[in-house]
Every structure is written in C-alpha cells, then in structure tokens.
C-alpha cells in the first residue's frame, strides 16, 4: 500500500483524433512536460463520447475523466463537438447531483497547434483532481452470501 | 367521456382511419385496468376510462406496425410528442385521443389509508376534490392529494395539448411544478459523499430486472449498452456499483426526452425513487437548454441539437 504522500491520481483523457489528440501529440515532440497521470484514450471525435464512457471510467476507478476535443466550430464532422458540449454539460451536472465531485469530470478544447495549451490543462487537470483525493466512489468492501469479497475496482 | 372514447374508436376504426386502436379495459384485478390493444372494432366496447388507467401506453407506438388510435393523458401525450421528435412515429400515423386527467389513483396509497387490501374495499370513487372509499359498508373521504400518484402532484399539464379528439372539457392541474423540486432540493442540501450514499443504498435493491427500461417509452433502442458483451459496459450481475452505473448512464441516455411519466418509477419492484432521478434530469434539461420535453412536435430534442454560440460552462 502506497503512503498518501505518495499517491498519484489517475486520469483517463478522452481526446479527439483530429485536435486534441494531435494537440497531446504537439506538447511531446516539442518536448513540453505534462504530468504522466494522465492516459490518453483516443476517440474519432469528442461527439462519439457517450457519457457511459464518462461513467465507465470513473467505475473503473480512474480518479479523473478529461474529456477534450476540437474548439467549437472547428469540428472535424462540422457538428460533433456541439453536441458532445451539450451531452458533457448534462452529464456534469447530474453527476453533480449523484454526488461525483465536480473537479472528477472535466472538459475543454484543445486544438492540433496548441501542444502548450494541452500540457497546461493536463497539468490543472491533475492538480485539481488530486486535490478531491483517490476515486473511492465504487469501491466497497461487500458481501455476498454472507462471504466478505473485496470489490476489485 | 367514456361513451364517446367508443365512439370515436368504432367510428376510426370503421372508416379505416387507423389499424389498431390502443386503450385501456378493465384489469383481472379489482380496480386496475390493462392495455387493450385491438384491430376489432367489436372489441371497443371494452375500452375504460377511470382514475385507474396508469399505464403510458406511447411504449405500445414503436412496437405498432400502421396508423394507431391512442388514448392518452397529459403525460402519455408528451410522450408520443418525444416519440414523434424522435421520429420514431410519424405525426401522420397517430390519432391521439386526448383524455383531460384528473389524477391517477394510486391504489397502493388508497390500501395504506383505508388499512385494508384492495379486495376488502368496496369502491372508490372521486367527487371533487375528494375521494370516497368504501369499506364495509363505511364511507370515508380523502382529499385527492393523498391518494394520487405522486407524479401528478408536479404535473402542470394534465391536458393532452397535442391531441386530435379531446374526450372531454379540460382538466385544471391539481399539482404544480415546484412540489416535485422539494426533495431534490433537500438531497442538494446534502455533501457530495453523503448524496453518493443516498444513491448506493438505494440502487443496491435494484434487481435489474429492468422493468424501469423495458416499461419507458424514451427507451427504444434496438440493443441497449447493459446488454453489449463486447465490450462489456456493466456487469449482468445486480450489484450496487454496476446497477448505479445502469441506472446514471439510461437517465442520461432519456434526458430531453424523459418526461416525467414515472413509469419507471411505478414498474420498479423494489420501490427504488427512480422519478428522483429523472425530474432533476429534466429541470436541468430545462435550465440548460430552456426546454420542456414533449410539448412541442416540431422542436428538436435538446440533447440532438445544439446552439453555436452557448458555452455551457464546458471549455475555458
């Protein structure tokens, strides 16, 4: 078991092939740090993002979702990203209300020039979602058929 | 207002204007009623309208091949018009046959002030706003309020406003918007962890026998995600984690198009406060995108359209 001191959030970064993605892609060849906390999952467009997703990462135990894609009216598939904004705004709310720290779901537009902007938000991303701690949202310790499992999430 | 439902059915169905006509007749149970789903117009004569037709029959309208006569309450109604944005049904296919409801009773509510079961009481009946039950012989009165299902202590639109024939003179609402906010408001009082809590617990009755999603008409898709094995979204087993995840990720997937039936809610065998979930998703479907589900067949769902110049918070 790791010290608190020593524990690192995880975050899951759902980026958009055409801006974000290419934008991550622009922060390592010119050499800009960001912290590694960060995993990158690429999608064809910030529009594909079913807020399952969102769910499915923080079920899995990822401490973070970043969710980014092209700034709107720059989207790949003209409307992609105008969507996603209007599904990512309900789905943050709501999560709001389940009871999911707002900082735990994140969302911004990141373009395929803007490698510095991407490291920027990655790092404030981190910073913020260590500060609400380790995602313990899913876990328990439960019982089943009166045997005590471990939940292994 | 009966009467003239059969009339209308017969008349519809004898001039080919539809190919089913979709209602409600008595149930096997006292008190209760069940769809009537027919293309005999010797059958209409069966058709019921009471303080007892709970169902939401628009879920009927996606499995209905051809042109439907459909009886609807308020409620029913903002669903077909959900399903008709959606296009889902074609405006042209649907005759709505529009009942002013007055409430619905909620028999289980009735059991629990009369003291009694459904078969012990010998009738119910509403005058005004009061309802008489009859037990034994003995008369006694309940104001309206506490016996209706609590959705329509929030609903505002008890009359069907699209609808082709009006069954009878409109109905006043007996609820109002706000009531439904109240306990929303009070787990918004709450900490994060301590409304995560409300939820685990709740959600760790679920069963997932998915009734709430089988019985919702928002809820047309062909395969749902919790049914996917590759990837595997949820896990089939019913514990709290994954039915929680189920039950955030459908809410999200209805909203704009959820209209606040509470068929959900109703189907729910374990009692879970499903309606607790959806009217806060449909306020704030109606704060964010100033939209009211169901009340407007040529308006775009909220969630598959979008406005170029709203922020929504999202993005710095």
């Given at each position: ?6 524990w690192e959030p995880k975050i899951v970064g759902l980026l958009c092939k055409w801006c974000s993605y290419a934008g991550a892609d622009l922060a390592g060849t010119s050499r800009r ?63 709001e209300y389940m009871g999911v720290q707002p900082p735990r779901v994140q969302a911004s537009w990141v373009s395929a020039s803007e490698g510095d902007r991407f490291a920027e938000i ?32 | ?130 309802v008489s039950v009859t037990v034994d012989g003995q008369k006694s009165a309940f104001p309206i309020s506490d016996v209706v299902f609590d959705k329509c202590l929030s609903c505002e ?160």
């Amino acid at each position: 078991m790791k010290d608190k001191s020593e524990w690192e959030p995880k975050i899951v970064g759902l980026l958009c092939k055409w801006c974000s993605y290419a934008g991550a892609d622009l922060a390592g060849t010119s050499r800009r740090k960001y912290p590694a906390n960060i995993r990158i999952l690429k999608v064809p467009c910030s529009g594909r993002i079913d807020p399952l997703f969102i769910l499915k990462g923080l079920r899995l135990g990822f401490d973070g979702v970043l969710v980014s894609g092209c700034h709107p009216g720059d989207c790949h598939y003209q409307t992609g990203n105008y969507r996603a904004r209007r599904r990512i705004a309900i789905t943050k709310k709501f999560l709001e209300y389940m009871g999911v720290q707002p900082p735990r779901v994140q969302a911004s537009w990141v373009s395929a020039s803007e490698g510095d902007r991407f490291a920027e938000i990655a790092s404030e991303v981190t910073k913020e979602v260590t500060e609400v701690g380790a995602n313990r949202l899913f876990d328990e310790e439960r019982e089943i058929h009166g045997a005590k499992t471990e939940e292994r999430s | 207002m009966e009467q003239k439902l059969r009339n209308e059915a017969k008349a519809l169905l004898e001039e080919g204007k539809v190919d089913y006509i979709v209602g409600f007749e008595s149930g096997s149970l006292k008190f209760t009623t069940t769809p009537l789903i027919t293309k005999d117009k010797n059958d209409v004569g069966r058709l019921v309208v009471n303080p007892f037709i709970a169902n939401n029959l628009a879920k009927f309208l996606t499995e209905l091949k051809g042109r439907v006569g459909i009886v609807a309450k308020g409620c029913d109604s903002r669903s077909i018009v959900s399903l008709i944005q959606d296009n889902k049904v074609a405006r042209a296919n649907v005759v709505i046959l529009g009942v002013p409801c007055e409430g619905i009773i909620d028999l289980s509510k009735v059991e629990k002030l009369a003291g009694r079961d459904r078969d012990e009481i010998g009738e119910i009946s509403r005058q005004g706003d009061k309802v008489s039950v009859t037990v034994d012989g003995q008369k006694s009165a309940f104001p309206i309020s506490d016996v209706v299902f609590d959705k329509c202590l929030s609903c505002e639109l008890p009359t069907p406003k699209e609808c082709d024939v009006l069954l009878g003179e409109p109905a006043s609402p007996i609820g109002q918007k706000a009531a439904g906010q109240a306990d929303i408001e009070r787990l918004k009082g709450k900490t994060p962890q301590e409304r995560w809590e409300v939820w685990k617990k709740e959600f760790s009755r679920c069963i997932r026998c998915y009734a709430c999603r089988n019985v919702c008409p928002a809820c047309f898709c062909q395969r749902c995600f919790v049914e996917e094995t590759e990837p595997k979204w949820v896990e089939p087993t019913a514990n709290w984690q994954d039915n929680l995840l189920f039950q955030a990720v459908r809410n999200i997937h209805v909203a704009g198009r959820c209209t606040d039936c509470s068929e959900c809610e109703r189907a729910c065998p374990m009692n879970i406060p499903l309606s607790l979930v959806n009217r806060k998703l449909e306020k704030e479907g109606a704060d964010l995108f100033d939209y009211q589900a169901g009340t407007d067949p040529d308006a775009k769902a909220p969630l598959a359209t979008f406005k170029k110049d709203e922020s929504l918070g999202i993005g710095q």
